[in-house]
């Protein structure tokens, strides 16, 4: 790959980037966040602490929300 005198590469990578694929992930992604963060500060209970569950939900992609509705919500 050829770079540009004075150009930003990184610019030029994400220009390559097929978005058409990705861009339903991530927005699939922050649908999860949000609805679960939603509820866990809706929800009186959990199974483990609260503080816990939003960082799982926040750092661990979108394997986060489902785990705190498989697991984390009591039922």
Avoid: C
């Avoid at 097929?18 to 966040?33: E, T």
């Avoid at 963060?37 to 483990?48: A, K, P, S």
């Amino acid at each position: 790959m050829k770079h540009r005198r004075g150009g930003f590469p990184v610019l030029e990578e994400l220009m390559q980037i097929n978005w058409s694929l990705i861009a339903p992930i991530i927005v699939i992604q922050l649908i999860l966040m949000i609805v679960a963060i939603i509820d866990l500060v809706r929800i009186e209970e959990t199974n483990g602490p609260k503080w816990l569950w939003a960082i799982i939900i926040v750092f661990v992609n979108v394997l986060g929300p489902i785990l705190y509705f498989i697991l984390g919500r009591r039922q």
